[in-house]
């Protein structure tokens, strides 16, 4: 079967990440087999039989460092080379829909999440991920991270969100690009006394446009100046 993308995800809890998929739009992909997400148990290329992957920091100082020749012999195991390679780190380049938008073009991305205080420089130096940040915090792992960027960029493949889930016209990208999304209302007319604006049901679609793009306008400006530099 060919997958359009195929996520390969190295990680010490490949439950987080199978759970995680395993619904809405991201298994009807998987169902589908237009998208593909596989998860390769670090541990299972432990150094030894009590399935150590991490060790002190030379030099000293808190927490352990996943070691570099169970993530080097897992990422070798996929036999995918020259797939994209991603580390989720918080030292990493800040993602964007821009990034999305750019690994939804990928036939193979592998995505390797850290733990603890991270992983030896050598195995980054040598394999030269691309280090994605999902924000300025710091996570207990990059498992929730990586989610996010499959998440993000699954739903860009074609055929993964269907058409009357249109993503042209959303925060960050299609007609109303660099501005945040327009407010959204549905039956009932009216809830607690508050009565979705006329013009919504005037049927009258040019304005309708008009309104929603002063609205984003409006949201933006309050919420995200700094989008509309
Ligand atoms: N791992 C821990 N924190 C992270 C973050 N903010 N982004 C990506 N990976 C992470």
């Known amino acids: 079967m060919s997958f359009q993308l195929s996520f390969h995800v190295l990680t010490l809890f490949p439950e987080m990440i199978h759970q995680a998929c395993g619904h809405s739009i991201l298994k009807r992909a998987t169902d589908a087999s237009i998208i593909n997400i596989d998860c390769i148990n670090i541990r299972d290329f432990a150094i030894n039989k009590h399935g150590q992957v991490d060790d002190y920091p030379y030099g000293g100082g808190a927490g352990m460092v996943m070691m570099a020749p169970p993530i080097y012999d897992a990422f070798v195991n996929i036999g995918k080379p020259n797939a994209h390679f991603i580390y989720m780190s918080p030292q990493g380049k800040p993602f964007s829909q821009a990034k999305a938008s750019e690994l939804s073009q990928k036939k193979d991305i592998i ?119």
């Open 111 to 229: 995505i390797l999440c850290g733990h603890y205080e991270g992983v030896d420089q050598r195995v980054l130096d040598i394999l030269s991920p691309e280090e994605i940040s999902i924000g300025d915090y710091v996570l207990t792992g990059g498992e929730l991270a990586a989610l996010v960027v499959i998440d993000a960029v699954a739903r860009l493949v074609p055929g993964v969100v269907g058409k009357s889930e249109s993503i042209n016209n959303e925060s960050f990208s299609g007609t109303l690009e660099g501005m945040l999304e327009h407010p959204q209302y549905t039956r009932p007319p009216i809830f607690n006394d508050i009565k979705v604006p006329d013009i919504l049901l005037s049927g009258h679609h040019k304005n309708i446009e008009e309104w929603r793009k002063n609205k984003a306008f409006e949201r933006t400006k309050a919420i995200r100046p700094d989008l509309l530099i």
